[in-house]
Structure formats: C-alpha cells, structure tokens
C-alpha cells in the first residue's frame, strides 16, 4: 500500500547527542517536506525538497539538515540535540499532500 | 502578511450533535483550502480540499463550505461520533509561488462525549 513512513514513532535522547528521523514514501512523490508541530500551534516548515539532490530550508530556523539522495526517502538529522528541539516532526509528500505519523522527539 | 485563523480553539460536544467549525484566511492570491483531521499522536489526515470555484464539498459526514469572497471556510460535521474526537486542521495553499506556499491553522481541538 503507498503510504509515507517515518521511524522511529518516538525518541528520548540526552543533550548533545547525534539523531537522524527517518521519512520514507512509496508513492513515487517529487515533493518532500518536514514540518514541527507544538501542542496548539500551527505546523512550520523546516525543510522542503522539489527532487533528488534537491533541498531548500523552510521559515522556521532550524539547526537540522537534511538529505535528498533517492526519490523515496528525506532523512532528517541534528547534529546535537538540545531541549529546544523537542517537539514532534511530521514527514509529507506530494502531491497531493500526505503525512506520516510524525517522530516525537524529546531532549533531556 | 498570510494567515489562517481558525475558531473555537477547542469544542465539546454530546455524541450525536452537529456542529461548526470556522477558519478565516488572508492568504492572497488563494489556491485552495483544505481541511485536515488529526488524531492524537498522527499525522494530519485530509478530509477535503476545495478551489476557488467550488463553494461545498462532501466526505462523508464531514462537509466543507468556502467563501472565496469572504475568505471564509466551515467544516460542519453530522451526527458526531466518538471517533470524531481530535484535532481539526485548516490549511490553505497560495499560487504565489512554485512551491504552492501551506498556510496552517492552529487547529479546532474537537472532543466528542458520550
């Protein structure tokens, strides 16, 4: 069944450390995006790709980076977390526009 | 500046009841708008999407109705279940640009009691 993935559902990791969340879609989509969401607020866009070897950052500032090296996956990393980057981080692709089922990352 | 606001913030209802839920926009020019359900700990989920020309649309019990003029939208769901209970997202989408810029409400947080 085409669907969008992303591993793992949840993460708990110690300030500093190194992460990488990963987004995977089978339905043959161009456009990927990541998206973080806090409890009563509006999705913001973090990063977006048109394609492969395609990446652009989004309106909120972020310390992550991402990759673009095949069609079907757009993995995200930080390079060390830190309590302000806990939050959840949705996958989605398109069109039209489909999410995952979001990473919900916290930082101790 | 482009924005989506939606009303009420949060909303109880009885199983069974009806009810409204309402999202103003400023974005300019307008593509489309949608709306999403979101359950606890998911993804959004898309319910229905309308352009410009189209002033209602249906899923189900789910019905969808846009103003271009007044640049309002409305979700009324029928006959409430409990399965209904969770986070209502309106989003719309300009034509401004290639990427087909996402405005995102911050969600009407429906809560069905039985």
């Known amino acids: 069944e085409a669907d969008i993935y992303q591993t793992p559902r949840y993460l708990v990791i110690g300030t500093g450390k190194k992460i990488t969340l990963e987004c995977s879609q089978t339905m043959g989509h161009d456009k990927m995006y990541w998206y973080q969401q806090d409890p009563g607020m509006e999705l913001h866009l973090i990063h977006y790709?048109?394609?492969?070897?395609?990446?652009e950052k989004g309106d909120l500032s972020s310390e992550s980076t991402v990759s673009r090296i095949r069609t079907e996956h757009f993995p995200l990393t930080l390079e060390s977390a830190r309590p302000s980057h806990t939050s959840q981080y949705l996958c989605?692709?398109?069109?039209?526009?489909?999410f995952g089922n979001g990473t919900r990352l916290t930082v101790t | 500046k482009n924005q989506v606001e939606q009303s009420p913030q949060s909303l109880i209802i009885l199983e069974g009841k009806n009810c409204t839920l309402q999202c103003n926009y400023t974005v300019s020019p307008f593509s489309n708008l949608r709306w999403y359900k979101q359950d606890t700990g998911r993804g959004p989920v898309s319910l229905t999407i309308m352009t410009f020309s189209e002033n209602t649309k249906s899923n189900g019990r789910y019905t969808a109705t846009l103003d271009a003029d007044t640049k309002q939208s409305s979700l009324h769901i029928t006959a409430s279940q409990l399965s209904d209970s969770a986070s209502y997202i309106c989003?719309?989408?300009?034509?401004?640009?290639?990427?087909?810029?996402?405005?995102f409400g911050r969600g009407t947080q429906l809560t069905v009691w039985p």
């Open positions: 790709s048109y394609g492969v070897n395609s990446t």
């Open positions: 989003v719309v989408s300009d034509r401004g640009s290639t990427l087909g810029r996402l405005y």
């Open positions: 989605a692709s398109s069109p039209p526009l489909h």
